[in-house]
């Protein structure tokens, strides 16, 4: 291994892809969005027309695609295949799916095998759900980025105007928790904090102020 692996997880809208991005670009580590991952085999599944609980039918698409990053600004560039997916799994139809698909037992096995692929050598910062607590379980440098509802729906909002989604900040509000109450109870590796990862409550903290502190944790780790 060549560096560290940081894992930084949370609940939906937390600010995890962002500070991510940021740190991986400071410390020139990879940065892998496994969410996105998450969210291209949904979209698949939806464009197939298979039932989101179906899961063998979902698991066969699933080893059917390859899903890609390629390096865009100001986001990552997700492929599945040739397809060029990066707007498609942002809006609202996968967004309220992706917790069925994710819930699945051979989908969380897969992608946890290709995410560990990915961050075997190391100078990695990996977010989602699981990473401290399943996918990394022996990540030098663990978050777990929290911030109230109200925050996160308004932080929301502002991501969706830049991508032309208008959804009222209510109905935001009441996605984000049902999201996070899904991604929390399922069986398989739900959302939870790793005994041994750093709590971070980003609620009245800008984005600097948040990538500043995980970057002081890597630099005592590094
Ligand atoms: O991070 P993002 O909000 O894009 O994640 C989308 C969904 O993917 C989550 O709501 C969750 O259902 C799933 N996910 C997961 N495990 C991860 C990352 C994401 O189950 N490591």
Known sequence: KQGLQVAIDGPASAGKSTV???VATRF???YCDT???YRAITWKVLQAGVALDDEAAVKQLLDSITIRF???EPVQKVFVDQTDVTLAIRQPDVTNSVSAVSALP???KELTARQRTIADAGKIV????DIG???LPDAEVKIFLVASVDERAQRRLKDNAAKGITTPLATLKHEI???DRKDSTRKVSPLTQAADAIRLDTTSMSIDQVADKIAEIIKEKE
């Open 106 to 108: 051979a989908v969380r």
């Open 177 to 179: 928790e049902e999201r």
């Open 70 to 72: 390629e390096p865009g």
């Open 28 to 30: 020139h580590y990879i």
């Open 20 to 22: 991510a991005k940021i």
């Open 35 to 37: 969410g996105a991952m």
């Open 133 to 135: 607590s399943t996918v």
């Open 126 to 129: 990996m977010d989602g759900r």
